[in-house]
Structure formats: C-alpha cells, structure tokens
C-alpha cells in the first residue's frame, strides 16, 4: 500500500450507516472550594453542564461535522436522556428516525463531574442486557431497507446489548454482498462475533482483553496484532492514544505516533478515527492514507475539552503542520 495523495472534497457526500450503542455524554463542570465534612471527598461547586451525543452517536456527529451523511441506527429509552440526546443530534441535522424506542431500558448516559480542569468521577446510567427480538428485528429491518444506500458501515459496539450475535451476523452479510466497507469497532466480550470485515478498530486495552496479555512494548503490538489479524481474518487498526495508531494489514505492519503536540481530553477520540476511516474507504482511498488522516483527526480532538468533533479544514491543517509524521 502506498500512500496517495487524497482530494480531500472526496470526503465529502458518503452516505455511512452507523449501527450501535447510542449514549448522552453528560458534562457537569464546577469549582472546588473545601473537602467536605462527610467524607475525603472535594464539594464541587456546580456553574456549567453541557451534552453531547456520546458513543455511536458520536461516532455519527464526526460523520456529520466532516461533511458526510451517518444514518444511526441503535435504541434508546423514553426519558429525560433521550430527549436531551434528540435534541443535540437534531441540532447537528442527524435523522434520529432509525432508533429506536426500548421503554423496558434507560437511555445510556455518562455523567462526568469536572472540576479544577480534570475529572472527578464519572456516573453511568445503563442496562447491558441485550435488546428483546422484537427490537432486534426492528432494527434489522430498518438497516435493511437503508443498506443500498450506504457507502460504508460502522458497527460500534460498546456492548450495551443493541450488537446482538444476529445483529452482527446479519449486517456483516449483508455488507459482504453488495460489497460495502465495513468497520467494527467492538469490546472483547464481541470480537468473535466479526470475521472477514474491511477492519476492526480496537484500542490498547480492548486489545489486551482478546489476546489476554499487556501490551506495552512495540514488540508486544506487532504480537497482539497479528494475533487480532489471523483470529478475525480482517485488517487491524490498533488505537494506542497517546501512542498513535497501529495499522496490521496483509503482510503490512505498520506505526504512526500521534499528530498532537499536547492532550487535553481523550473522550470520544476513538469515534473520530473509526468515522474518518469510515468516510476514507467509502470515498476508495487506500487504507493506510486512510489510517494517515485518520490518525492526524484523533490529534485535533484531543486538544479539545470534552466530547469533540473535527472538520476536514482541521485535518488538512494538521497534516500539513506535521506532515513529518508518516506511517512507517
């Protein structure tokens, strides 16, 4: 694989189907003035909260900002969360029409209190049961009738219980037969759910869970990797944060460090390399250019507070600011 020199308005206009667990991200900001009386712990002085779309809605938000369409499609409950979660994804003109509505569950939120500029603790709200089959086959038949339509598929599965074995199974044929780019990005508990995908996009530690050792040195990547390749029979793209990213594709190993100078905030940055992944292989750029952009993405938002998007402006200036840093 060589890499390519990508008009970047390629990116543009990709129609990428986002299958998963769609979550509310809940930032609660304060001031810490005194430990309190009741216990070692600091009283947070509350003065701010923001939401995002967390989890495969952020993946779709990244989509989105980059100028592609994301089609979401994953389950929520009916309550206070989703109609906050709603309300941010209409803001950034994403259909909500595909999700669908588990009054049995609660809507997946995560609440982080932060305060003197770094996190103090982090409140889940969630049920990980998987979803009924009448869900189940809901969905399924929304993503059916939407498949022609798609350039690309992303499963992002946090396995909150909406990526069923069935679900997996079926998407992933049906992906295979018209030929469509699919990409998974899916926890230890799911792995062997995937086989024969275009990539599957595990972190460090998600890594470390499936081949069942740590991963610390470079040779200790280039084992897991491999053994993540020949276990799915899928190309690899290994996200090791601060690290920078891993590419294991055919006979193609491969190691970029991160693009940014410094990190202000992780949250969501795994959503922006699986999404700008997503729209490079739907617009046919090589992977590993795919993996190149992807990767300079992942250092423009994590120089951002919270859960962020990138454009493709950002990108291109990050590229260009650090264009020393290659695959290698």
Do not use: W
Not at 21 to 26: F, Q
Not at 164 to 169: D, E, F, Q
Not at 280 to 308: F, H, M, P, Y
Request: charged share 25%; aromatic share 6%.
């Amino acid at each position: 694989m060589q890499q390519n020199t990508v008009d970047f308005s390629s990116l543009a206009g990709k129609y990428i189907g986002v299958i998963g667990d769609v979550m509310l991200d809940h930032f609660v900001y304060g001031n810490i003035e005194r430990i309190s009386a009741e216990a070692p712990i600091p009283v947070v002085l509350f003065f701010e909260e923001k939401y995002s779309p967390g989890g495969a809605a952020n993946l779709a938000s990244n989509i989105t900002a980059l100028g592609s369409h994301a089609s979401l499609f994953g389950v929520t409950g009916n309550d206070l969360a989703s109609g906050k979660l709603f309300g941010e994804l209409e803001k950034q003109n994403i259909d909500i029409s595909n999700i669908a509505i588990d009054i049995a569950r609660p809507t997946t939120e995560k609440m982080r209190i932060i305060g003197a500029d770094r996190h103090l603790a982090r409140l889940d709200k969630e049920s990980a049961e998987y979803i009924s089959g009448l869900i189940e086959k809901e969905l399924l038949e929304k993503i059916e009738r939407e498949m022609p339509r798609f350039d690309a598929i992303v499963i992002s599965d946090y396995a909150k219980g909406v990526i069923t074995k069935t679900m997996a199974g079926r998407v992933t044929h049906l992906a295979r037969e018209r030929s469509i780019p699919i990409l998974v990005d899916t926890k230890p508990k799911h792995f062997s759910f995937f086989k024969n995908v275009s990539v599957i996009t595990p972190n460090r530690q998600e890594a470390e869970g499936i081949v069942g050792k740590s991963i610390v040195t470079d040779e200790d990547i280039k084992q897991a990797g491999r053994i993540l390749q020949e276990l799915s029979q899928s190309h690899i793209v290994m996200k090791l944060s601060v690290d920078g990213i891993a590419l294991f594709a055919h006979d193609v190993v491969a190691r970029m460090p991160s693009f940014a100078c410094c990190v202000t905030d992780v949250v969501g940055a795994g959503d922006t390399v699986v999404a700008v992944l997503a729209i490079a292989l739907a617009a046919k750029v090589d992977l590993q250019e795919a993996v190149r952009i992807a990767n300079a993405a992942a250092g423009v938002v994590v120089e951002k507070s919270g859960t962020a998007v990138v454009c493709v402006d950002e990108i291109m200036h990050m590229l260009q600011e650090r264009k020393d840093i290659k695959l290698a």
